[in-house]
């Protein structure tokens, strides 16, 4: 690639996002506006490697595809009839007269690129589109980028994003930021997706290493925008926070086999400094606002008390085992009631954590879930009952579909030197 | 991917503290890398004379105070961002409202980037 396409790349990544939600709010069509915005990057990619990139590139990119929208609406005017169209279209010029990209005000690009994430992530679609869609529209990535990211085949991407621009067209889902207790509503929607995000670039579940660390960066990209946007969520702040302490740990969870490391037998000096300070920053801003923290809050005040924690044995598990608690009160789950026994069997002794462990263990959930057996294994073991940790690794091992995994639960089931 | 950017601004030490209206003009640019998600952390640096450099000669130390006559540039804050490409990066330099001056743009080493050896040498005597 040429030294300028790569320059207008760069480009098209910082300014699509605006574009494209500028273009949408005018012609109330998200599929349109992007493919407006494309003809633009085209008209740039023609013009800007012998003329130069533009001191305003985002006025230009912004100036040339409102041209092509004016030019678009009159070549369909000529050819359709419907009136309903027409109506349309004649709006869409007219609030296009009105509004000058150039003197728009900050909060009105704010306001607009908020509309574009919501509109993303619009409850309507399903949760793969809305990744899709927010990586696509917010991320200015490429489908073949997205296919790689997770791993599918670019024609599923590709068929994935072309039926939910259909879907919002057809839906006539209005572009526009929810307010009231309908963005309470439609806020989880986002954030959910924020968080796919994330977890896809920080599971360890194979693809290039450098793509996975991108789609965190990403996450976290979309995250802080969305933390200047709205800043009066604490669920949004809590959300960053906790993106920002699990990526402090990217550098940490693979061993050099590529194999993931536990929490606790991470090395901790690997552990990034910069983002666990501006998790702790973001966590603060959550918790300093009048609504309690929510769950991705609580979540994040748990990432910080592990990150606190110098070493592994320092760590304040009766903060951490408080903190579980409340978050099984508000977005109770089994998994939530297995970190709760693990950290009550820190904080007080193997003893709490089983009989935790005793009241949920017969939950339907849980049945076929090898963390279980795992982590009892873990306590009977702590507690001093070896034959009957054995038994759990055992039954854990039969469980687990990881091969990784279940070597090493063998192994503890049946120590070398017993 | 992050990137640090260096800013050497071409002032002489005397004219180092800026007006207000420069640094309307750089809180107002600070602001877009914040709003665009990319910025993680910032600052502006007190003038050379304020500072001092150590030197090392054959493993010997030596302590000299500023100012730094013989030095051409001298740097006068960082920025460090995240970006998704040196292109980026270098785009989002070329946005700063600078007169007369110069960002050095440079990627930041990531663990991932050094070999198992030097990434074990780096964490070893973490907290201990």
Redesign the interface.
Known sequence: MSDAK??I???W??ESARLIAGLARMVQDVGLAEDLAQDALVAALEKWPSDGVPDNPGAWLMATAKNRAIDRMRRQESFQSKQEEIARETGALFAMERSDFEAAA?DEI?DDLLALIFTCCHPLLSREARVALTLRLLGGLTTPEIARAFLAPESTVAQRLVRAKKALREARVPFEVPRGTELDERLPSVLEVVYLVFNEGYAASGGE?WVR??LC??A??????LA?LVPAEPEVHGLVALLEIQASRL??RLG?EGEPVLLLDQ????WDP?LIV?GRRALERAEGLPRPLGPYGLQAAIAACHAQA??AEETDWVKIAALYDALAQIQPSPIVELNRAVALGMAFGPEAGLALLNEIGDQKELANYHLLPSVRGDLLEKAGRPDEAATEFKRAAELTTNARERDLLLSRAAPPNA | MRFMMFMYPGIEEKDWTPSAEDVAAMSRYNEELRKAGMLLSLDGLRPPSDGGVVSFEDGKATITDGPFTEAKEVVGGYWLIQARSKEEALEWASRCPGENCRIEVRQIFEMDDFPQDVQDAAAENFGG
Not at chain 1, 220 to 225: Q, S, Y
């Open positions: 790569r320059a790349e760069a480009v990544r910082i900050d704010g290493e660390r991108d960066e990403e976290l990209r979309v995250g802080r925008i200047e550098g940490a050099p090395n901790r000096g690997r910069l501006r110098i070493r």
